[in-house]
């Protein structure tokens, strides 16, 4: 059974940090691709970061002040963020495993292509 749990969220004022944690298990060795997701009311649901074996990528509102990583055995996902603006406000969301990856690579724009998803983590940027 697949457990994706993430941690790390709060509130926090603008310019500041904080670092999402993403607890994997369960998630088939084949699976390389992982990433952060965000929705905030009323929007849809956004790519923030992707990796994989052999590359990040990023969103271009996030490049600069976010970094995506993970731990060799990928039993964790981190997401560090830093110079947090207002905009960032959203609940979070740790993926994992994306459809045929082999063809279109990891990135997916909204997430419905991935297969594996946590509860969400929520993340609150006052100014």
């Known amino acids: 059974q697949v457990q994706l749990v993430e941690s790390g969220g709060g509130s926090v004022q603008a310019g500041g940090s904080l670092r999402l944690s993403c607890a994997a298990s369960?998630?088939?060795?084949?699976?390389?691709?992982m990433g952060w997701f965000r929705q905030a009311p009323g929007r849809e649901r956004e790519g923030v970061a992707i990796?994989?074996?052999?590359?990040?990528s990023y969103a271009d509102s996030v490049k600069g002040r976010f970094t995506i990583s993970r731990d060799n055995a990928k039993t964790t996902l981190y997401l560090q963020m830093n110079s947090l603006k207002p905009e960032d406000t959203a609940m979070y969301y740790c993926a994992a495993g994306r459809r045929s990856a082999w063809i279109y690579g990891c990135d997916s724009g909204t997430g419905n292509d991935y297969i594996y998803w946590g509860q969400g983590t929520q993340v609150t940027v006052s100014s």
């Open positions: 369960g998630v088939p060795s084949s699976s390389d691709c």
């Open positions: 990796i994989n074996s052999v590359r990040t």
